[in-house]
Every structure is written in structure tokens, then in C-alpha cells.
């Protein structure tokens, strides 16, 4: 055992770690996580984003023997560009440590469909909270589809509560689909709001109410305080007469100052009620539960998916049908048809 | 052949067309596309729409027999609630009419993904070019999945242009995702805007010049004329520096009065320089090549989806590991595991 920790001492080495990071195996991802070994816990979340076979299968190996941890609860955090997500984060992050949490931070960037472009950027992220060793901030992912991260970030989120992180803050840009994946992966979710949200002509934004456990407006500081005040009442008013989905709860709307450190206590103490109030009713385990339920059928789906276009039968009629398709000698319709009697005669 | 155009005829009636309407055949609906028959096109959408397995397959069979259409252009409209859609193409679809073009209006009505209602809603739409009977306007779908919306409305376009109409307007809500697929189903995108748009702290919205081939300044009229322009304005700079996937193609911006009916002539010329221009370098004809594939791909995937979870193995097993997820015996990871390897074994 002493061996062991041997190695797992040296792994922390940078150095060492850098020449030897492709040779970790999965007693050292094990270990590692066990000992909140951060280094460790980061090339883990690579090895999940690693499209080598050998690689993503050690990956589901480790997923598969992590340990059950309880006491976690995973935060989504959204709001439009330019809001102060990452400023409120790096701030918000800070103040859990200082109360003794874990916190740990990870990003969905639903990178632009036709530019491939990644929103969040390079851009050097939370230096503060990075800097603190009881948290973990992952940097945002390269560009990937959708699907493909909020999957990695599922996974990723076991990772960092494996590793002994609580409090797990997923980061979203408001782009509507990749907010709606992020709820099916958290416990709650923040919307971050714009001192003047909602005083433009539409209103308050269709469909933020269902996503909003808890609103907060950021940047209530300065000048801007007494907009934003105007932006807390709006907001809690309309939060006033929409029924949320856990009896008893009324999204709050917080003022903070990420800048100026100011109402993070106020939000640390809403999750807490939240999660509270949520976990006396089940509601709490019952909604990680259909998520679980969730995502169980999506993975599987992907499985059939990736395995059918394998089938030679399958792909090479796919192709040859595309072709076809291609040339302009049959419709679609003809082409789906013919497919659709290939695989019923596969499944038969 | 007299006794069935006399049957068409027939059904144009109302009264007996809605007694008769299930007893439709597969002649009766080619017969009725081929004349232009505006209810028989009606029927044969809401049969797309249909989750009874004969109707489905007679409207695949209906499909897979359409004939070749040339000529027709697909058009998304797009823009935020209130920015006046309906009024919109209420107005253009009659300009359209008037100079001897035949529209048809689709829409696509991503439901609220957790309270099921229709964003579109009930409300009497486009009246006026509805009572033109060289248009046809589709009322917006019932609640759907997002997908079966989409798939549905490609197939609908296919109908209207068998039926004779060849501007198609697919009507979305701005919601991101809605409008990423519409953009696989049409050669071109309006987006319309707000006189003001762009004002905002956010500037102009994030992706918004990947989506738009032509821009609308709609409400242009009384007091907002002046702050319209400048909207007008803004757009251009912004369209004149990014560069548009059509070569020598600049998204022009628009200044419209769907009220007083302005502006409308300027967008008809606008939509066929971009078909003139973008046939010319075959363009247009490569874009529509590519979204049949995208289509074809799609349409197989979600038939092997539903092939496999039928399959008994497949099913019991899946519903097995399910329920033990449910109890909290295993981990989603085992439980994919487990699947993987039973898929795998299955398409070996």
C-alpha cells in the first residue's frame, strides 16, 4: 500500500505527471480520486473527452466503480452573454470555500454550430477560485456537438463528487437548448439577470420562469443598484404567481455584487433551503432519479445508433442509398422506405 | 377517369369531405395534390401528423409518390414573440398572391418542453391570405416533440409544393434550436426585427448573422420610422462586414410596414436575386442536396431507434436495468455496460 502512495505522491509532481499522464491506470484514477488528488481528477475528465477506444473504454470502466457519493448537490448556473457568469462564479466559488465547501466548476459551451467556434474562448477563467486548492475549475471544453458535452459534463460531475467536491456548479451560455440539458443534469439552477432585464419591450424572457430555482441579479453595484432593485422586484413578482414545481418554493431574486463580494451569503443560504425543502418532500431524489432514468435511454440510444451504422448490412445500404440520394435518382421518401424494411428485417 | 375527378370534386364539399375523410386512399390524395385541392393538402398533413401505423405507412406511401417539383422556394421566418410574424406574412403572402405566386404557410411551434402548450396558440392567424385561394395556411401543430415537428414540416413542405404552391413560408419561434432546424429545411431565412433591436447592452444577438440571408425591420410606420432606420442601419454595417456563406451575397436589411403594406415589393426582388445568385454558382442546388442527406440520416436513425427498443432482448433487458437503476442497486455506468455489450452482441 505504501507503494502505492508512493506513486500517487509523485503523480502530483507536475512534472512527472506531465511525462507520465498517458500511462495512468484505472487503480491510479481510483486512488487519485479518492485522495482529492485535483491533477488526477482533471486527466480523468480528459480521458472522457478521449475518442480512442482504449481510452474512452478505461473511462466507462472508471465511471462504473466510482463510489456512491450522497450530500452533493449540482448547481446550474446560465444567464445571457456578457452577464458576469464567470466573475459571479469566481466569487460565489470563493465564498464556499471560505465556508468549507468544495466547490468544483464546469462548463457546457454548445459551441456555434457552423463556426465550431467555442463561446466561452480561451479566455483565463476564475484565476482566484483556481487558485484555491479545496476547489476544482475545469476549463471550458473544446468544441464538440452538443449532445457530446452535456453527456462528458454528466460524467464529469460524477468525477468531481467522487473526488470529494459538494458543491458542483455547471456553467451554461443561454442558448435555450443546452439550458434545458443542464436542468436534466442539476439539482437547481441559477439564472443570472442584467441590472434592466426585463424592461425591454418582450418583457421578462418566455420560458426563464421553468428553468429558475433561484434569480439572481448580478452587477447591483454602483449606478446601476437602483436598476437593479427595479430588476428584483419584476423578477419577484412574476416568480410570485408562477406555481414552481416544488410545492412550497417561490424562486427568490437576490441582489450580488460580484465585484464588491455582496449578497453571496443570502444565495449559499437559498440552495441550502432549497435543498432542504426538496429533500423532505423526496422531491429531490425523485428528480435525480428521472434524470438518471433520463439519460440511461439516451446513452443507450446512442449505443444502438453508433452499432447500427457499423452493421454492414446497414451501412453499406445506408451509403449506397445516399449516393443514389445524392444523384438525384430517388426521393427521400423511397430511400427512408427501403431503409425502413432493412432494419425491421435486421431487429426481426 | 371522369368518375374520379367527380369524387374529388365530391370532396372539396365540406360537408361530405369531413364525413369521408378517414375513408381517403392513396389516389384520392394524389389526385387531389395534382389539382391543387387545398383541403385534400390539409387532410394529407394532418395524416403526416398521425400515430396510427396505417395512416403512417399510407402517408410514407403518399411520400415515396410524389412527383418531382422544380421551381419552388423555402423560405424561414423567424423572430422574436411580438416582432409580428403572423402580420408579417399575412401581408407578404398576399403581395405574393397578387403577383400570381402561390404560397403556403407551415410552422414550426417547438412546445414548451415542460408545460406542453403551444407557443403559436390558438388564435386566428393570417385571415386575410387564408381566404386567398391561391394560398394555403397551415394552423400551427399541437404540442409535439421538437424532432417530430420538424420532420413533419419538411414532409409538409413536400405536400404543398406536389399541391402547386412554390413559396413556402416556414413560420418559427426565435428559440435557438427551432430555428437551427428550419435552416436545414429552407434556402433562405428572414429575420425579422424590432425597429430598436439591437440597442440593447448585448448589441446585435449572437449567431443572428449565421441565420439571416435577409433582414426585416418590421413596424416601420408612425412614431418607430426613425428609430426603424437606425435599426435598419445597424444591421447593414454589421451584415457588410461578415461574410456570407453565398459568395457576393450580403443579407439585405429591409424597412417593412406589414399595417400599410410597405416595403414588401423590395423583398420579393431581394429573395430572387438570392435564388438567381445562388442557382447560378449551384449554390442552391448543393445546399438542398446537403439537407436531404442530413434528413435521410436522420429519418434512419430514428428508425433503428425504435426497431431496437422493440427488439425482446433488448427491451426486457433495458427495462430490467431501468428499474434497478430505480432502486439505486447499480450505476448508470454498470447499467450501460451492460447494454453496450447486449448491443454489440446483438448487431455482431
Known amino acids: 500500500m505504501k507503494g502505492k502512495n508512493e506513486i500517487t505522491h509523485d503523480l502530483v509532481n507536475p512534472d512527472f505527471s506531465v511525462r507520465h499522464a498517458s500511462q495512468l491506470q484505472l487503480q491510479d484514477f481510483l486512488l487519485g480520486l479518492k485522495n482529492s488528488d485535483r491533477y488526477i481528477l482533471g486527466r480523468a475528465i480528459t480521458l472522457l473527452e478521449s475518442k480512442i477506444p482504449d481510452k474512452r473504454s478505461l473511462a466507462m470502466n472508471l465511471l462504473s466503480r466510482l ?28 465564498f464556499l470555500v471560505a465556508q468549507g465547501c468544495r466547490p468544483a466548476v464546469l462548463a457546457i459551451d454548445p459551441s456555434s454550430t457552423k ?13 482566484s477560485l483556481a487558485s484555491s486548492e479545496k476547489a476544482f475549475v475545469r476549463p471550458s471544453p473544446s468544441s464538440s456537438s452538443l449532445g457530446g458535452t452535456a453527456d462528458m459534463t454528466r460524467e464529469a460531475i ?28 442539476t439539482d437547481l439552477n ?19 420562469m421553468e428553468v429558475a430555482d433561484l ?36 424562486s427568490p431574486v437576490h441582489l450580488v455584487s460580484s465585484l464588491e463580494k455582496i449578497g453571496l451569503e443570502d444565495i449559499k443560504q437559498s440552495i441550502d433551503s432549497y435543498v432542504r425543502l426538496s429533500s423532505e418532500s423526496s422531491y429531490f431524489e425523485l428528480k435525480r432519479k428521472t434524470q438518471l432514468k433520463y439519460w440511461f435511454q439516451k446513452q443507450v440510444a ?5 452499432q447500427a451504422f ?27 422506405n427501403q431503409m425502413q424494411k432493412l432494419i425491421q428485417e435486421i431487429f426481426l
Open 67 to 94: 463510489p456512491v457519493v450522497e450530500g452533493t448537490v449540482r448547481i446550474g448556473i446560465t444567464g445571457s452573454p456578457g452577464v458576469g457568469k464567470s466573475t459571479f462564479i469566481d466569487s460565489f466559488g470563493s
Open 115 to 127: 463556426n465550431k467556434g467555442s463561446i466561452l474562448g480561451d479566455k483565463t477563467r476564475m484565476l
Open 158 to 185: 460524477s468525477l468531481c463528487e467522487a473526488a470529494g467536491f459538494n458543491y458542483i456548479l455547471i456553467e451554461t451560455v443561454g442558448v435555450g437548448q443546452s439550458e434545458i440539458e443542464v436542468s436534466r443534469m
Open 190 to 208: 441559477i439564472v443570472l439577470l442584467q441590472p434592466g432585464a426585463g424592461d425591454e419591450i418582450q418583457g421578462i424572457k418566455r420560458g426563464i
Open 215 to 250: 434569480f439572481v441579479v448580478n452587477k447591483a453595484d454602483g449606478i446601476q443598484l437602483a436598476l437593479a432593485e427595479r430588476t428584483r422586484q419584476m423578477y419577484g413578482q412574476a416568480a410570485h404567481f408562477f406555481l414552481h414545481e416544488l410545492q412550497g418554493w417561490q
Open 302 to 306: 446512442q449505443e444502438i445508433q453508433e
Open 310 to 336: 457499423k452493421q454492414p448490412k446497414i451501412k453499406s445500404t445506408f451509403e449506397n442509398l445516399t449516393r443514389t440520394l445524392d444523384d438525384g435518382k430517388i426521393s427521400i421518401y423511397s430511400a427512408t
